[in-house]
C-alpha cells in the first residue's frame, strides 16, 4: 500500500481541495462544526452561507454551551436536520472541550461513528480511517462489493488508511469521492487508486443503489391572526423540536379562509400544507408576533413558505 498511499498524497496535493477553511483549521471545535454542518448537506452551502457567520456568533465551543439554544436554531436556520444544531448544543453544555479519544467522543449527544472518526483524524491526527458516503462508494468499487455491510466497510477501512499521513488521506479520499469516482460518470482514468481498483470496469454498479420511493404527507395549517400579528408555537415533537412554527390541524374551523398551499421536500418525504387563516377577536395564547419579530424567530423554511403566502394574500 506504500505506493498507493504516495500516489494518494501526490494527488491530492495537486488536486485536493487545500483551502477549505477546516482543513485548515486547527481548534477541534472549528473541526467538529464543520463535520456536523456537513452531514447531509453540501460543502458550497456550509461554505457560503453557515460557516463563518455560525463562528462569528459562537466562536469557541464554550460559547456555543453558553448561548440559548433558541439562538443557536436562529443561526442553523435553513440548514435543515436541527437535531444537529441540538445536539451541537447539548454537547456544548457538556464538555469545555473535545476529547481525543473516539469511545469518549462517541458518548457525546449527536457524534456517530464516522463523527468521531473524523474528528479523531482531522482534529487529534489520530491514524483511523472515515466512513462518509464518497468513501464508501470508493471501498464498495475497489472490493466489487454490491450490498456491503458496515463492518465489511470499517475492516477494510482501517485495511487501507494511511497511518503515516491520516488527515490528508481521509481528505483525498473524501476529494477522490467527490470529484473522481462519481456516483455516475466516474473518471476512473485520472484515479490515483484505478490500479488496484477491481470494479473499474463496472463502476457503477458498486455499491448497488436502492431504489427510493418519497411518501407524501399533507398537513392542514392553520394560521390565527390577531391585531395584525400572527400565533407560533414553539415545536415540542421530535420533527422540528424546539423551531417556532404555525398550529396543524386535523380539520379548521369553520370560520377559516383556505388561502392555498405550500410544498416543501424534505429527505425522506413531501409535505403539502393547505393553509387557513383564521382572525381572532379574543386570543387565548399570547404567542403572537408581528413580521419583524418573526425574522427574528427560529422557524423552519417550510413555515417561512407560509409566512410569505399569507403576506402576498393580505
Not at 142 to 155: A, E, G, M, S
Request: charged share 25%; glycine share 4%.
Amino acid at each position: 500500500m506504500q505506493k498507493i498511499h504516495q500516489k494518494i498524497q501526490d494527488w491530492y496535493q495537486n488536486h485536493g481541495r487545500l483551502d477549505l477553511p477546516w482543513r485548515m483549521a486547527t481548534d477541534p471545535y472549528h473541526i467538529y462544526l464543520s463535520e456536523v454542518m456537513l452531514q447531509q448537506t453540501q460543502v458550497k452551502t456550509v461554505l457560503d452561507r453557515y460557516y463563518f457567520p455560525f463562528l462569528e456568533k459562537f466562536p469557541t465551543l464554550k460559547a456555543l454551551g453558553e448561548a440559548p439554544l433558541d439562538d443557536v436554531l436562529k443561526m442553523w436556520e435553513g440548514l435543515g436536520y436541527y437535531n444537529r444544531a441540538k445536539n451541537l448544543h447539548k454537547t456544548a453544555t457538556l464538555v469545555g472541550e473535545l476529547p481525543n479519544d473516539i469511545n469518549e467522543l462517541i458518548k457525546l449527544p449527536g457524534i456517530g461513528k464516522n463523527t468521531a472518526h473524523a474528528v479523531a483524524t482531522f482534529a487529534f491526527n489520530q491514524p483511523v480511517p472515515i466512513m462518509e458516503a464518497n468513501v464508501k462508494r470508493i471501498l464498495c468499487r475497489l472490493h466489487k462489493l454490491k450490498i456491503p455491510n458496515d463492518k465489511q466497510l470499517w475492516d477494510i477501512a482501517y485495511g487501507v488508511v494511511d497511518k503515516e499521513n491520516p488527515f490528508d488521506y481521509n481528505q483525498a479520499m473524501m476529494d477522490i469521492g467527490a470529484t473522481i469516482c462519481l456516483p455516475k460518470n466516474p473518471k476512473c482514468e485520472l484515479c490515483p487508486l484505478n490500479d488496484i481498483c477491481k470494479g473499474q470496469k463496472e463502476p457503477t454498479l458498486y455499491p448497488t443503489k436502492k431504489k427510493r420511493v418519497v411518501p407524501t404527507r399533507e398537513q392542514n395549517i392553520l394560521i390565527n391572526v390577531y391585531d395584525d400579528t400572527l400565533l407560533l408555537t414553539q415545536r415540542q415533537g421530535k420533527f422540528l423540536h424546539g423551531l417556532w412554527g404555525f398550529e396543524s390541524v386535523d380539520v379548521p374551523v369553520c370560520a377559516a379562509e383556505y388561502i392555498g398551499e405550500v410544498t416543501h421536500a424534505y429527505t425522506h418525504f413531501k409535505l403539502i400544507c393547505k393553509v387557513y387563516v383564521y382572525y381572532e377577536n379574543s386570543p387565548e395564547q399570547m404567542d403572537y408576533f408581528n413580521e419583524e419579530e418573526i425574522q427574528k424567530l427560529a422557524i423552519s423554511k417550510v413555515d417561512e413558505k407560509i409566512v410569505k403566502l399569507f403576506l402576498a394574500t393580505m
